[in-house]
């Protein structure tokens, strides 16, 4: 009875109950706008997942004919390679290797200096400074590269890494083994694989220093009063306990710094030398994988140079692709282990 | 027995003492550490004023640049040209990247929201070079021509990470009981999103995207092969021309930024590789006023966020 009454009733014409719902269904969806707000949600999220996906599609397929014609020789080791744009013979051994080696002298350089910092500003730092420190960190990562490598071509090479080149030539080059890295002389300039490696140890710094900071803070209070009621002193209690607990935390930040050591761009070719030579020493001109790329595209003639070009960003790609794994797994570990901790 | 006993109390004693020391020692090379760190940051800005400063004039913002070896002239072409391709990539990057963002925060654990998440980490770490690689394949090769609008896109792919991360960051933040007030009160999906939480998140937000602006604002590498770069930019000739021409609104936006373009660190890079000191001079003011744009950019993002996190708290 009732609901023949209410079907007759003016607000609501329409014949048959299903007939009603599924009105009410579809105004449901418009009105409230849920399906499409979720498409849009959707949509957005695919597209980042799409783009990620469609970079590293994109260079496999744009260096096809560079790809088949020079094979894995065009990665490989030699002493005696060639980068010949004139004659289309490519290998990029060379700045494979001074992408390697500069990143390389970064890091370790770095390495120590971020630990420093963090363990400063997470143990020791008085409150009122930490703030202000924290600041100057940060804004150090936020220094365009191309202000880098304007400071480091003008003022860095000349003033600290030509004498200090000059000096590491005149006592280590003279070493059996050691002498081949430190075989001088440095370019007057100053423009070397070394100085591209300082100044990407600076620009790292901040990096590194940032996620192991967050790394130490994240440890629980209660590993550090631990310790300290055994009887160690702080350092002590930093260095045995502390350290040892974000070891994972802290490689994944390194791994990240090297990261961005191995991407960087601007700063390096200002400084490098952007020379194609394939000698091992620190101490002379060479060039990495970026700034080959940002040296010679734009002005790649024939196909396979940029073809070539392209096979070098996609190897970069694929580098910074697994580091990034790296980092992510081993981040991920010390802050499931931080978690499970604090349950159990 | 005394004597042996004693000689341990004297060797544990030592021991402590050179403990004791170490621990200084260590202590005080950590803050060492961090001053020498912190000494490229002042000596980089201390030289870049005292070497850039000279060259700041009226002229170098409102001039175009004058051929080589004749003095004067400005960089209006790259300061217009960094505003727009800045402002561009904001609007490419900043709809999509909160959108991903709100999903993210939804799903988290969808096979789509790790992906995406993944996605989001791995695009963080794509070299800026790289992203300049892909975006000529993409957008410039098929157009047939370098533009500002390419550059732009550049732009915003490597602006995206930094946006979403942030913006999932605050969407977290906000409390579950704000959200699940809003849908029991009857409220959409979408109105709780767009009316609640956004609101709630919004500061945080606004600090991700004007650090992802100032990070943008001084990339190259990116718009090396997609802007290009382009001394004879004139915004002014463009608009009068079209408005000449009675040319629609629309027609006139697309010849503004379908053309190469030049941008304040672009700039920077040629002039500072061009045997003309002049020009060299003038890389160093470039430096002095990018510098300015970001660090204000940085600072600006970072007070905005301590100011409302302490209103909040108190």
Not at chain 2, 55 to 68: D, E, K, S, Y
């Amino acid at each position: 009875m009732i609901r023949k009454t209410q079907s007759f009733s003016p607000d609501k014409p329409g014949g048959s109950l299903t007939a009603e719902k599924t009105i009410q269904g579809i105004r449901q969806i418009f009105d409230h706008g849920d399906l499409a707000w979720r498409g849009l949600l959707l949509f957005a999220g695919f597209l980042v997942i799409v783009l990620t996906v469609s970079i590293g599609w994109m260079l496999w397929q744009s260096s096809v004919d560079a790809r088949s014609l020079f094979g894995w020789k065009f990665f490989t080791p030699t002493l005696d390679s060639h980068w010949d744009p004139v004659n289309n013979q490519f290998q990029a051994w060379p700045f494979i290797y001074g992408t390697l080696v500069t990143s390389l002298v970064a890091i370790l350089l770095a390495v120590p200096v971020s630990l420093g910092i963090a363990v400063f500003l997470t143990e020791l730092c008085p409150p009122w400074l930490r703030t202000p420190l924290n600041w100057l960190v940060e804004l150090l990562a936020a220094i365009p590269s191309v202000v880098y490598g304007l400071w480091g071509l003008f003022v860095f090479l000349p003033l600290v890494v030509a004498p200090l080149g000059e000096y590491l030539s005149a006592s280590l080059g003279t070493f059996p083994l050691l002498g081949t890295w430190f075989a001088g002389p440095i370019p007057l300039s100053g423009a070397s694989r070394l100085g591209a490696g300082l100044i990407l140890s600076i620009m790292i710094t901040p990096t590194i220093a940032a996620v192991s900071r967050d790394v130490l803070q994240a440890i629980p209070n209660s590993q550090r009063e631990a310790s300290l009621a055994l009887g160690s002193t702080q350092w002590e209690t930093i260095w045995q306990v502390l350290i040892p607990y974000g070891m994972s935390g802290i490689l994944g930040s390194v791994i990240l710094g090297l990261g961005r050591a191995l991407g960087e761009t601007m700063a390096v070719t200002m400084v490098i030398g952007n020379s194609t030579n394939s000698a091992i020493s620190l101490l002379k001109p060479g060039y990495t994988m970026a700034s080959v790329i940002a040296n010679e595209f734009a002005e790649a003639v024939t196909k396979l140079h940029s073809q070539a070009l392209l096979e070098v960003g996609l190897a970069l790609f694929v580098m910074t692709l697994i580091l990034n794994v790296m980092a992510r797994f081993l981040v991920w570990r010390v802050s499931s282990k931080i978690q499970q901790e604090a349950r159990g | 027995m005394t004597s042996s006993s004693g000689k341990i109390a004297l060797g544990s004693r030592r021991r402590l003492k050179n403990r004791k020391i170490s621990n200084f020692v260590m202590l005080f090379l950590t803050g060492l550490l961090t001053i020498l760190a912190l000494v490229p940051l002042f000596w980089i800005i201390g030289y870049v004023v005292y070497k850039g400063g000279p060259g700041l004039n009226l002229a170098f913002f409102t001039q175009l640049p004058r051929p080589v070896g004749i003095a004067g002239g400005g960089v209006l072409h790259a300061i217009e040209g960094t505003l727009i391709i800045t402002m561009l990539a904001a609007i490419f990057a900043v709809p999509p990247g909160v959108l991903a963002a709100f999903y993210a925060a939804r799903n988290p654990n969808t096979r789509l929201g790790i992906g995406l998440r993944f996605s989001t980490d791995v695009l963080a770490g794509v070299p800026s070079i790289v992203v300049g690689l892909f975006t000529y394949a993409f957008l410039v090769k098929p157009m047939g021509h370098y533009s500002g609008l390419a550059g732009a896109v550049a732009l915003a792919i490597l602006m995206l990470p930094t946006i979403i991360r942030t913006t999932e960051e605050m969407l977290k933040l906000v409390p579950q009981s704000l959200r699940e007030g809003s849908l029991a009160l009857g409220a959409p999906e979408w109105k709780t999103s767009m009316n609640v939480l956004l609101p709630a998140a919004f500061n945080g937000i606004m600090t991700g995207i004007l650090l992802s602006l100032a990070r943008g604002m001084g990339e190259t590498a990116p718009l090396l092969f997609t802007a290009l770069g382009n001394e004879r930019y004139d915004i002014r000739q463009i608009v009068t021309s079209s408005i000449q021409g009675k040319q629609g609104f629309f027609q006139m936006v697309t010849r503004i930024i379908n053309q190469p373009m030049d941008s304040l660190p672009l700039t920077l890079w040629k002039y500072a590789s061009q045997p003309y000191p002049e020009r060299v001079a003038q890389s160093w003011t470039v430096a002095l006023v990018l510098m300015f744009f970001v660090l204000f950019l940085n600072i600006a993002a970072r007070l905005w966020l301590e100011n409302r996190a302490r209103k909040l708290r108190g």
